[in-house]
């Protein structure tokens, strides 16, 4: 559909569906992804909600009926520059100086991490 836009939360389901797909027939990117088996990442998306992101070995998967723990990696970010990054429309290569310049916000998160991210949303 012409003019259609998906609702933030509908983006972020579309690449965690992505991610799980790539996880099937992908053996290296299932085993990048086994490193963080159990791990949650917290996605405050700034006057909008807080996504938290499951990590398996089974697949990645997402909920806003959690609260964030302080040994979740967190992510802060504006609602238009998280659609953007999910959209493709910024260059993963920017991340970190997104980091760096603040309107990215971290904790918890190193460059393994980031270079995580880079390739996750630029998959």
Same mark, same amino acid.
């Given at each position: 559909m012409d003019g259609f836009k998906l609702s933030f939360?509908?983006? +972020?389901?579309e690449n #965690? =569906? &992505? /991610?799980n797909k790539k996880m099937?027939? =992908?053996? *290296?990117? $299932? &085993? /990048? +992804?086994?490193?963080?088996d159990?791990? $949650?990442v917290a996605v405050? #998306?700034? $006057? =909008? *909600?807080?996504?938290i992101v499951i990590i398996s070995s089974e697949g990645v998967s997402m909920t806003t009926s959690e609260k964030p723990s302080p040994e979740d990696m967190y992510i802060e970010i504006d609602k238009e520059m998280a659609e953007k +990054? +999910?959209?493709r429309e910024i260059d993963p290569l920017k991340i970190l100086s997104m980091v760096l310049f603040g309107k990215i916000k971290i904790r918890n998160i190193g460059t393994e991490e980031i270079d995580l991210v880079r390739r996750l949303v630029g998959a």
């Open positions: 939360n509908e983006t +972020l389901q #965690i =569906d &992505e /991610v099937k027939t =992908d053996s *290296a990117f $299932r &085993e /990048v +992804l086994k490193q963080y159990g791990k $949650r405050n #998306i700034v $006057r =909008d *909600a807080t996504y +990054l +999910l959209n």
